[in-house]
């Protein structure tokens, strides 16, 4: 079915990374994060407790 969304099957390397603010470890893309990956700035919550 064309309409259907698809689970992810592809290769986990090709998404989209970015680094973390507090520690500089890349972020990979997640699902949850799909809404609002632009305002993703920190990996965990004690990164973010950093700042």
């Known amino acids: 079915m064309p309409g259907k969304p698809q689970p992810f099957k592809g290769n986990k390397q090709s998404l989209p990374q970015k680094p973390c603010l507090a520690c500089g470890r890349p972020m990979t893309w ?5 809404n609002n990956w632009a305002e993703v700035k920190y990996c965990s919550d004690a990164c973010r407790q950093r700042g």
């Open 30 to 34: 997640r699902k949850r994060w799909r």
